[in-house]
């Protein structure tokens, strides 16, 4: 029996700098939270690493959680959303593209529970975001 | 290029009133955490649904989050262990069987912060427990 559906979501490319800023990193998962409207139980749990490291966040939901990894030192941040109601799929590449400045981005959507699970893990997209930041490499 | 492993484990026909029972599933995350050292960062998100309702338990670690979600009423339960730190592989199958009473035990193990990520999704076990309780139904 399906209990829930997970997202996966690694995202690359992304800019350093916003992979570090923990206001800019609040206002993406407030974003998530609010359109799929998620509830969130008690307070969310922040951690930033020392020096140049990342952030990671998770959130406690009615839902299930929310969390997320940032590693500036490769450009790379990867989300989960694990969600027992039914919810409709946020739209990460464009999301994460215009916050974070991901130029790649991949979601892999899992059913979680199901006995049978050979035919869960499903692909959802891979999509390579065409930077108009001339010079910038991936 | 990777950032971490994260394993995603279902556990089917566990016990129900196990899946309710907050120290003992406090007491599993504990050996999870004792056995594979991890560091536990700040203090753990707990949250037992009312009446007949589950658990769900989140921790932030240094080396990224274990978290699990019960659901008493179909004797599931769902774990995940996302470490960026190499780690060796939990005995899932037969620890949960042992603490939580898990008939069946699925281990995925995914890698995260690939961009190429269709050899990435490796299914390590299914494995059927066998009961030894007579006339229990999964």
Redesign the interface.
């Known amino acids: 029996?399906n209990?829930?559906t997970?997202w996966?979501i690694?995202a690359?490319g992304c800019q350093a700098e916003s992979l570090r800023d923990t206001d800019l990193l609040k206002s993406v998962c407030e974003r998530i939270i609010h359109d799929l409207d998620l509830r969130v139980?008690?307070?969310p749990?922040w951690?930033k690493f020392a020096g140049a490291g990342g952030v990671?966040a998770?959130f406690?939901l009615t839902e299930?959680?929310l969390?997320f990894?940032t590693?500036p030192e490769?450009g790379?941040a990867?989300f989960?959303l694990?969600c027992?109601r039914e919810r409709p799929r946020w739209e990460w590449e464009e999301n994460l593209q215009a916050s974070i400045g991901a130029r790649?981005v991949?979601v892999?959507e899992?059913l979680?529970?199901?006995?049978a699970?050979?035919d869960t893990?499903a692909?959802n997209s891979?999509i390579r975001i065409e930077s108009e930041r001339e010079g910038r490499e991936l």
């Open positions: 029996m209990v829930g997970e996966l690694d690359f139980v008690g307070e749990l951690h990671t998770i406690l299930s959680h969390s990894h590693y490769v790379t990867t989960n694990y027992c790649q991949t892999r899992i979680r529970g199901q006995t699970i050979d893990v692909l891979i």
